[in-house]
């Protein structure tokens, strides 16, 4: 066990890893280890910066579709497209870290740390891929974060539903869509939602848009076409607001995260995986959509 694992004290029910039963026992190790050195970081971003509040709903009992509009009642989104998700998770409290590249079978991961709801996100994935992980993942938080398990199949499905949901809210895609679209009018409308073409024609066949028989054709052709193992043309990859300005903070003070690597103790490449890149690459791949308030840091 490495000093850094050694510091997330969570039971194993405590963290939701997005595929958990094709991740290894050895992986999720590796990827807790990398958690704690997150946490480890935390403690210093607190207690250098004023961070925004946590402001994460937790709801236990409604259904997914239910729970996704009321989050975006909460947050003020109405009917209209999510922004980008990183910034809006980041805008609401939610501590969004990177996962490392080696770690390129974990989708994603989320846990509560007391009141602090924490998302990691893996960063090789596709920019769509990576706005439904991100989804997925405040699904978890949202309806298994307290007092309901955040593993299991039944877990997984309702953190699905949670994301398709509040990417793709119905009554939206109901005025825009109509039935029975064509796989060529499925690509054309994803960039609406900057959501992926499966998981949007996967919403309209949960919708009834799509009947079994055109749902199946659809996901046929763009798999033909290269849409089920990616996103030919997709999104840029979105990445971390607060931690760019907190990069942008320490250089304008004469400390770049090299020296702050040293100070903390922690390798280099870690801290850099972290934080998107963004310890040595400042301002790489900020990503697409409308922005979310852009949470306000103050160096202490």
């Known amino acids: 066990m490495s000093r850094y694992e050694n510091g997330l004290n969570h039971p194993t029910e405590a963290v939701s890893f997005g595929a958990k039963t094709k991740t290894s026992a050895r992986k999720q190790k590796a990827v807790r280890a990398q958690a704690a050195i997150a946490l480890h970081l935390h403690a210093w971003l607190e207690e250098k910066f004023t961070l925004p509040v946590p402001d994460v709903p937790t709801f236990s009992r409604p259904e997914p579709e239910t729970a996704a509009e009321m989050v975006r009642s909460c947050w003020g989104l109405g009917e209209a497209p999510a922004p980008n998700m990183v910034h809006l998770l980041e805008a609401h409290g939610v501590r969004v870290f990177a996962l490392d590249p080696a770690h390129a079978e974990v989708d994603a991961f989320s846990f509560w740390r007391d009141d602090t709801p924490f998302v990691f996100l893996n960063t090789a994935k596709s920019g769509e891929r990576g706005r439904f992980d991100g989804a997925h993942e405040l699904g978890h938080l949202v309806l298994h974060g307290h007092d309901r398990s955040l593993t299991g199949p039944e877990a997984e499905r309702e953190a699905n539903q949670f994301a398709s949901a509040f990417l793709m809210p119905r009554a939206d895609v109901q005025a825009r869509v109509p039935a029975g679209v064509t796989a060529d009018q499925i ?62 903070r320490l250089r304008e003070s004469g400390r770049p995260l090299a ?42």
């Open 187 to 248: 690509l054309k409308a994803k960039r609406f939602w900057r959501v992926s073409a499966m998981a949007l024609a996967y919403r309209l066949h949960d919708l009834g848009l799509l009947s079994d028989w055109q749902h199946r054709a659809a996901c046929k052709e763009l798999a033909e076409l290269g849409f089920r193992s990616g996103e030919p043309g997709g999104i840029p990859r979105e990445t971390s607001q607060v931690l760019a300005k907190v990069s942008a």
């Open 259 to 300: 020296r702050l690597a040293v100070e903390l103790g922690l390798p280099s490449d870690e801290l850099n995986s972290l934080m998107f890149g963004l310890a040595f690459t400042l301002n790489h791949g900020q990503g697409s959509g409308g922005p979310a308030a852009p949470p306000r840091l103050h160096l202490v």
